[in-house]
Structure formats: C-alpha cells, structure tokens
C-alpha cells in the first residue's frame, strides 16, 4: 500500500522527526524562522508522553534540554541566529560533560537581528567555533523536506552514540519550504538509544571512555549516582585541576569524534564522476547546484554537484579526491566572506582555482547566478 | 533520637573544604546535609545542582547525584531535570550572583512556574571567589574591590524577590541561627512548588575587610543584632525596619506546582475526543 503523502514544511518535518527518534523533551523560546518547531512540539509532546517548555530565554533552553538529557531523555531545542548566540556558553557545557543533545539552528540573515526572516547560511563557522574552549562539534544541513526529517533522526543517533551535542542547521528556505513527504514506517529509519553502564553502581565512572572512545551514560533517578561538570573533571566526574587529567580530556573529547570521522561525515554527489566543474554546496543551495550542473550539461560543460551533508567535521576527503578529477571548483553559499570555500581552499591549497558565488542579502541564489561562475 | 551528621552524604577525604575561615557555606552545607539525613534522602533520587562561584564548589563534597553548570544558570539546568522527572529530589546551591545577579532572569522565572525545587542562596554581598567585587545583592554605599567610594546602587531584596515572583516558600536565616538554618532547608525540601532559602553569610576576606567587619565575629554581630525574628520585625515602624531584616520563615503558601499543573494540561490533551 503506498503511503499517503502530505505536503509537509521543513520545520514540522524536523520536529516529527525528532519524535520519531524518540525525543520527549523540548524547551525552547521562539524565534523566526523556527518557531513552528516549537509549535509542533507543544502540542505533540503532550500526546507522547514527553514535555514541552517554553523558557525564558534561549541560555535556560538549552540549560533545561541538557538538564533533561541527563535525566534520561532524548532532549532538543530549536532557535535561530541570535538565540544560538545565546546558547553558546551551555552548549560548551553539553561538549564538556558529554551530555547528548539536539540543537536545530534555522539560519537567517544577520548580523545581529539582521533580516529576521530571510535566509542565510553565515552561521557555518559559528557552528564550528562559537564556543569558547577547544572542542569540536557535529553539524548537519539538510537541503530537503525528507532531508529535515531523516537528519534530525541522524542528529539524534550521532548524539546518543557519541554522547555529544549535534546541531542541524537548515537554512530558512528549507526550514519553510514544503514538499510531499510521508513518515517512514518505526524501524523503517535506524534509531540509536545511549549506552547505558553496565557495571555495579559503585564502579561506575561516568567519564571513564569504552574503546569506542564513548562513555556509557546513567540517568539521574537510576540506580547509578554520577557528577557531570562544567569545570575540568577526572573519569569520576570530580573537578580535577591536574594538567594531566585536562590534558586526557580535551584530547579525548576530539578523539570520540575524530576515530568515527568516516561514519559522521556525509556527503551526497550528482553527477560529479566525470564532472570538470565540481560544484560544492549545502543546504538550499544544492538544489540551485543542481539545476546549473543540469543546465551547464545541456551546453556541453560536464558539471557536477559535491552536497555537504555534514558540515562538521568538515568533509576533507571527499572534497580532496573529487576536486582532484575537477578543473574547477565552485562553491555557492549565501554569505559574504565564503565561509565554505575558505575551508574547500584549506583542504585543497592555495594553488586550486576556486569560484566563490555569494550572496548575503537574504535573497536565494538562483541557477543562473551560480551557471554564469560556470560557463 | 540520634542527631543526624548528614556524613552519609560527605565523599571521603575531601575535608577540610575548600571555603574561607568563617564563612557560612559549610555551616550552609552541614544544615542542608543534616536536613537530606532527617528526610532520608537516598544518594540516587537525590540531584544537587550548583552554579559559578564559591557556593558553586559545594558539589566537589557530595555523594549524591550532581550537576555542576555555569554562572547564573543552575535553577534552568534544574528545570529541566525536574519538569522529565518529578519523582527527583532537585536542589540548587548557589550564590547572590548565582540566583539574582546574573542568573536574575531564571530565578524569577522558577519562581512563576513554581516548579517544585529548593534553591538555596548563599548570600555574602559581593563576589567572593572573583576577589570580592560589587553584586546586585550588595547594600547601598558599601565598599567593594570593584566600588572603591561606594556601591551608588540599591541591592536586591531577595526573599522579597521570590515572594513576589510566586515562590511557595521563601526564608530566610543565618549562620548564626545553624539549628534553625537546617529546620528551615527540611521545610523547604518538604514543600511543593519552588522553595528559596535565603543564608546571609559572612565574606569576611573580602566584603567584611572592605567594611569594617575583617573579624567573622563582627559579621555575626551585624547579623544577629539586625536580623530580627519575622514577627518581632513586622511589629517595627518603616523607619526602624531599615536597620533591620526578617529571618525566619516568611512565606509559607500552597498554589499547585508546575508538574502539577503540567499533568493537568496534559489531561486534556490526551483525552478522548468527542
């Protein structure tokens, strides 16, 4: 029987998804252009079982979803540019004390409050770095309505598997965007819980790393009482100021991630196998992508399209071994200082012929934009 | 009966603590642990949950569950684990920069939403961990590292905070009152919807040497001669109250609390239609 399909906006999509994954908890406070995940939740939660609130601010939503996290749930919260901003310093947290967590940044354009509700992807590096300390983090960026649903799935697993924070990051077309989509049957999409400790409550250490680089994590109420910290902590959980101990434990918060690269990193190609034009973009610039790799095919340039799934960790290999069978690289994005083709220049050298397209006043780059930096 | 230690609740070695002679956080600690002990708290349905500064170091001593989070963020870290499971016992250690300083937001919002934790402030009138600089919570025209002629502002009235906010419970005692102290932190554990226990303590290496009071004894002093039992202290005229505070339990009420009221919405949710 062929599923009904309805036509579903990027932000409902995501926040189903995160039900389907199981999340039960959300807080958050509303911001354009997310609110309508806030929305979702508020009424869906209820019906699951789970809880929903509606916070203060953005620094107590992602406080009160890492709070909830640790008490056992599957817990996200959604924002935009400035309430990301706000969230950075718990976020830090969430990376420290290894606490997964969902974070869905629906970029607009900035700086500041900007054009509250037009499009941007210039929130990239801010993804990477917008925490202080040094730490890495997961990102993705879906470009479709069925991409919303089954990155938020993703996102959930990568935090579950990895005990990490893991930010989605739609830009504002995709989060308003609507397509045909159906939910995918239970058990149709892979759904990953944490690992739970399996040793007696007394020798559990709720930092000591499985060779897989990940601790299993308890629930607050369980049978295992366990610290988490914001400061520096040995595999107890105890603040420990040796150096030693913090030296373990920054190395070992980027280790977890890095020894799993080849599984977080995401991509998707078009036509790239034979391409000489390789288009690199994200989020609602593929589709763009796509259509000038068409239109460019029809006037004889053999044009193809790298789609970074996975922002970060950023996709080195990939790019590197298709930019190498490439004469030309272009990389779309809707921001001024390229923050994309800075690091596409970082992985393939200063010696590579780089084609930035830009453009950072809300507006959508079009086909046509991106064809005439091809032809 | 035998007195409760609240030892049960201490991890081993870790005394002496960390906190200045004459402070109050560990006559703060050994009330709230005396208090856990004498409600047989158990080490795994219990989540104490601390701040930034020097109340912020108190979990470093405990065997229960425990969170320790970033400046002025506690009681929305709390929140959460309350709100996705209210079976927990939540308590928030932390200080007047902590609560109402920079956290200010989350603690008037805890507060509204009534949502069953025990905040417990230490209140020592300026940043002791920093060197002792100005808070919201330190008083007119007086001296701090970072308010050399004096503080121009106005501190908080804290508890008065709270109240107005919509706490079910606010009190508010001393170091100097330690068996009252742990009755007050037992009735605030014991109370559904959001409890605030207010602790004035000493600061004497910063705030009391920057004001005349570098002796513990002459911040105890100031307290026991302006802290007034709350009836004796609402018999005083305006004018006299200004050389006084209220200790003791000063809002005692019993509006339903977030979960409660939670569950409730959650009825009609999931009701059946028609």
New interface residues.
């Given amino acids: 029987m062929a599923k009904e399909a309805r036509l579903v906006q990027g932000n409902q999509a995501m926040a189903e998804g995160a039900i389907y994954a199981g999340a039960?908890?959300y807080?958050g406070y509303p911001i354009t252009p997310s609110s309508e995940i806030a929305e979702e939740c508020s009424?869906v939660m209820?019906?699951v079982g789970g809880?929903y609130?509606q916070?203060?601010?953005e620094?107590?939503?992602i406080?009160?979803?890492?709070?909830?996290?640790?008490?056992?749930?599957k817990?996200f919260t959604a924002t935009s540019g400035p309430g990301f901003s706000l969230m950075q310093?718990?976020l830090g947290?969430a990376v420290m004390?290894e606490v997964p967590c969902v974070v869905i940044d629906v970029q607009r354009c900035g700086p500041s409050t900007g054009l509250a509700t037009k499009p941007a992807q210039s929130d990239i590096m801010q993804l990477r770095w917008g925490r202080h300390g040094d730490q890495i983090v997961i990102a993705l960026c879906p470009a479709t309505v069925n991409e919303c649903f089954a990155l938020t799935v993703t996102a959930f697993n990568f935090a579950e598997k990895f005990r990490v924070p893991v930010i989605l990051a739609p830009d504002e077309i995709v989060g308003h965007m609507r397509e045909n989509f159906s939910v995918p049957e239970p058990g149709e999409i892979a759904v990953i819980d944490r690992k739970k400790p399996s040793v007696s409550a007394d020798r559990y250490l709720p930092f000591a790393a499985d060779a897989d680089g990940v601790a299993p994590l308890a629930a607050?109420?369980?049978?295992?009482?366990?610290?988490?910290?914001?400061?520096m902590h040995g595999r107890d959980?105890?603040?420990n100021n040796d150096p030693a101990n913090a030296a373990w434990r920054v190395a070992q918060l980027h280790r977890k991630i890095e020894m799993h690269q080849d599984e977080i990193v995401l991509t998707k190609s078009f036509a790239v196998e034979d391409a000489d034009v390789l288009l690199i973009a994200y989020g609602a610039t593929t589709r763009a992508g796509r259509a000038a790799a068409m239109e460019a095919r029809k006037q004889g340039i053999k044009a193809g399209v790298l789609q970074l799934v996975t922002l970060w960790p950023f996709a080195d290999k990939e790019v590197a071994a298709l930019a190498k069978k490439a004469k030309t690289v272009v990389v779309p994005e809707m921001n001024y200082s390229g923050q994309v083709a800075g690091e596409v220049r970082r992985v393939l050298g200063s010696g590579a012929e780089i084609r930035r397209v830009n453009s950072y006043n809300g507006e959508i780059i079009s086909p046509q934009d991106i064809l005439k930096a091809i032809v | 009966m035998s007195h409760a230690t609240g030892i049960r609740y201490l991890?081993d070695g870790v005394l002496p603590h960390m906190w200045c002679s004459g402070c109050g956080i560990g006559v703060m600690l050994g009330a709230m642990l005396r208090a856990f002990e004498e409600l047989d708290y158990k080490?795994?349905?219990t989540?104490v949950?601390t701040g930034?500064g020097c109340t912020g170091?108190a979990?470093?001593y405990l065997?229960?569950?425990?969170?320790?989070?970033?400046h002025g963020?506690a009681l929305?870290?709390?929140?959460?684990?309350k709100?996705?499971?209210p079976?927990?016992h939540v308590v928030v250690l932390m200080g007047d920069g902590d609560s109402v300083t920079i956290g200010g937001?989350?603690f008037i919002?805890a507060a509204r939403r009534n949502i069953d934790l025990t905040a417990i402030v230490i209140h020592n009138f300026n940043f002791g961990m920093t060197g002792g600089q100005v808070a919201g919570t330190t008083p007119g025209g007086r001296f701090t590292s970072t308010t050399a002629w004096g503080n121009p502002e106005r501190d908080f009235d804290i508890c008065a905070l709270a109240e107005v906010a919509g706490a079910n419970y606010v009190a508010r005692e001393t170091p100097y009152h330690g068996w009252e102290l742990k009755e007050r932190i037992k009735e605030a554990l014991d109370k559904k919807g959001f409890s605030l226990v207010e602790v004035f303590s000493p600061c004497p290496t910063h705030f009391g040497k920057n004001n005349e009071m570098k002796q513990t004894r002459e911040m105890l002093d100031w307290f026991r001669e302006r802290g007034l039992p709350v009836e004796r202290y609402r018999k005083l005229s305006a004018g006299e109250k200004k050389n006084h505070f209220p200790v003791g339990k000063l809002v005692d009420r019993d509006e339903p609390d977030f979960n409660a009221r939670?569950e409730e919405?959650?009825a009609r949710?999931?009701a059946p239609e028609g």
């Fill in positions: 039960r908890f807080a009424k209820l019906k809880v609130m916070m203060e601010d620094i107590a939503s406080a009160a979803v890492i709070g909830a996290s640790l008490t056992g749930a817990a310093e718990n947290l004390g607050y109420g369980s049978d295992y009482v366990f610290h988490v910290s914001s400061s959980g105890y603040s | 991890k080490n795994t349905d989540v949950v930034i170091k979990d470093d065997v229960t569950n425990a969170l320790h989070t970033t963020r929305a870290y709390a929140t959460g684990i709100a996705f499971n079976s927990l937001n989350h919002h939670y919405i959650r949710a999931t």
